[in-house]
């Protein structure tokens, strides 16, 4: 009779462990899908300068993403936009006329950055299960907007296309195929770090001024000390000559 408890409870938790199991490869079993997007390399606040990094991955079991082109919005152009090298892939930075010049530090703008498209040099691009970082240094990021939206266009290996263009809207599902969405953060004081360059300068500045004024107390003391023991030595001297006259006079 226990024998046979013991038996059924044996059972029972094989087949609980087995419903685990299954769940377990039913989860793994469902694709995970991914799609183009864009994240800071820190932080992307209003009126400064950040490097964003596109990430993109390959939804393709049979094929390879051997094109990526990442279109830039014209309703807030930017004026700087800089590459990072990216072995195994080229790089072309496309840009446009204004209608509206934009100025930056003083200085007018009359073009921008409508789009950047890499193209797999080596013709192997993204394999399959596999992503790519793609990064940009971008400025001056807009003040009046709290999000930039990209639009992507993804080719494969087999000549599939796809647009990663639709926007997200807020309180809705996400759509299909959303657009990559830079989200920024509130304005600093100190847009390009030179605020904090300063305030490190002049730490700089006080802790030479207080090592310098240290060094000078420092020589100071020495000297006096060096003093009193030459006076010490001299009245030392001058003794021990008086006792020797002494002696030799007795």
Do not use: C
Not at 34 to 62: C, I, L, M
Not at 164 to 184: K, S
């Amino acid at each position: 009779m226990q024998a046979s408890r013991i038996a059924s409870r044996i059972a029972s938790r094989s087949l609980a462990a087995g419903a685990v199991a299954g769940t377990a490869v039913l989860a793994l079993s469902v694709p995970a899908f991914a799609h183009v997007s864009v994240q800071p390399e820190g932080t992307a606040a209003k009126g400064g300068y950040a490097v964003v990094d596109f990430k993109v991955p390959n939804e393709r079991d049979s094929a390879s993403t051997t094109r990526i082109e990442v279109n830039f919005p014209a309703d807030h152009p930017l004026a700087s936009v800089m590459p990072e090298s990216v072995a195994g892939w080229n790089v072309k930075v496309t840009k446009s006329k204004l209608d509206k010049p934009l100025t930056v530090h003083g200085e007018k703008i009359d073009e921008a950055v409508t789009k950047v498209t890499w193209t797999a040099a080596d013709g192997k691009g993204i394999q399959p299960g596999y992503f790519q970082k793609f990064p940009l240094s971008l400025g001056a990021l807009p003040e009046n907007t709290d999000q930039l939206v990209f639009k992507a266009v993804q080719t494969y290996s087999n000549k599939e296309v796809v647009r990663w263009i639709e926007v997200p809207q807020a309180g809705q599902d996400e759509p299909e195929n959303p657009a990559p969405v830079l989200q920024l953060s509130a304005a600093t004081d100190d847009h390009h770090g030179t605020a904090g360059a300063e305030d490190a300068s002049d730490k700089t500045a006080t802790t030479a001024a207080a090592d310098s004024g240290s060094g000078s107390h420092d020589t100071d003391t020495t000297a006096r000390v060096l003093g009193v023991v030459g006076i010490v030595v001299g009245v030392a001297g001058v003794a021990y000559g008086v006792l020797a006259g002494r002696r030799r006079t007795a």
